[in-house]
């Protein structure tokens, strides 16, 4: 199986029909974070589609719920920084990631009845304990201006928006961190392979034929954000695989960080692997049933180490 090189890539492939608009924000965003010498950092989080037609009714995605991505947003509002939460659209956001499904309205009560709806809505006494903190936090985030989402849906608009953040990051140069969780597909269809239209059951069983998606960590590292602080997330369901594929990864793009995950322990163990060591990071089963999640020390601990890059690099 052959792969475009990245600029081919770029070129085969349109941009999604908002990235103008994006990409003007993202460079706002930069430029005001910068001057006033703030770290900033990109969190990607959820899955990537890969469309079967041009007129999507069908598509591959890849698995992410965008529970590390949302959460570690929020740990790194914690620690300072400033965020660009890249996500697929409708994956889990922060904040509102507490409140997912009927959990919101449950929260609520309104006034009134069949015959005279009510205009008086309330927040039931004992959720406003549950709420206040996570509204707080948001009201502070926002109006600070110190968080900005930017969605996507397929691997091209993926691909589009990662290469247009790391322009807008390149010039804080130490100070930007790229903390690259999304499930990106490593296969797809190119745009001139593709049907238009819908794919026709009447015509028999599809022969669907997938292509590599070209590794951007290359050139992201080397190229768009080589003084930035990158840490690439791994995820395998082979245990035999994890620690190998996550060490030839830093080998061959030369990034800081892997942190490596097994898709059904996610939740409660990662390894940290760097270029020297690999060390797991865990949660306890009375840390995991007190309600601790696993992104707070892995936000933690990955800022620790982005500051360290920081000094490192000003001490020079
Ligand atoms: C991950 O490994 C994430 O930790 C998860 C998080 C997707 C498992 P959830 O959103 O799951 O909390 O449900 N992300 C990276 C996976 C990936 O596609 N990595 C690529 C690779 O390994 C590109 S850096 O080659």
């Known amino acids: 199986m052959s792969s475009l090189h990245w600029e081919e890539f770029y070129a085969a492939h349109l941009p999604p029909a908002d990235f103008e608009d994006n990409r003007q ?73 507490h ?20 205009t008086q809505i309330n927040v039931k006494p004992d959720s406003v304990d549950v709420l206040a903190p996570i509204l707080l936090k948001y ?22 928006l990662l290469r247009a953040a790391c322009e807008c990051l390149a010039p804080l140069e130490q100070r930007a961190l790229l903390y690259l969780a999304a499930a990106v597909s490593d ?37 768009w954000v080589p003084h930035a ?25 030369k990034h800081k960080l ?9 939740k409660y163990r990662v390894v940290f692997v760097t270029p020297t060591t690999s060390y797991e990071v865990h949660l306890t089963r009375e840390q995991a049933l007190s309600g601790l999640e696993i992104e707070e020390p892995i936000v933690a601990d990955v800022s620790r180490k982005h500051d360290e890059y920081i000094s490192a690099a000003q001490g020079q």
């Open 25 to 97: 924000l993202l460079k706002e965003f930069c430029e005001r974070h910068s001057k006033i010498h703030n770290k900033i950092v990109l969190v990607t989080s959820g899955g990537t589609t890969v469309p079967l037609e041009h007129n999507t009714v069908r598509f591959v995605d890849n698995f992410s719920a965008g529970t590390r991505g949302s959460s570690s947003a929020e740990y790194f509002l914690d620690q300072g920084y400033a965020v660009i939460f890249m996500h697929r659209q409708k994956s889990l956001e922060p904040f509102t990631r």
């Open 99 to 118: 409140f997912t499904g009927q959990q919101f309205f449950d929260m609520l009560d309104i006034s009134g009845t069949d015959n005279d709806p009510g």
């Open 187 to 223: 296969f797809y269809i190119p745009q001139d392979k593709m049907p238009t239209h819908k794919i026709q059951s009447g015509q028999g069983a599809p022969t669907i034929s997938l292509q590599l998606v070209p590794k951007m960590l290359a050139p992201l590292v080397s190229l």
């Open 229 to 253: 602080f990158v840490v690439s997330f791994k995820l395998e369901t082979d245990e035999n695989l994890l620690i190998a594929k996550s060490r030839e990864s830093l080998n061959k793009y």
């Open 139 to 160: 009201k502070v985030a926002q109006e600070s201006q110190r968080i900005l989402f930017i969605n996507f849906t397929s691997v091209v608009d993926y691909m589009w």
């Open 258 to 266: 892997v942190i490596a995950n097994i898709l059904q322990t996610r």
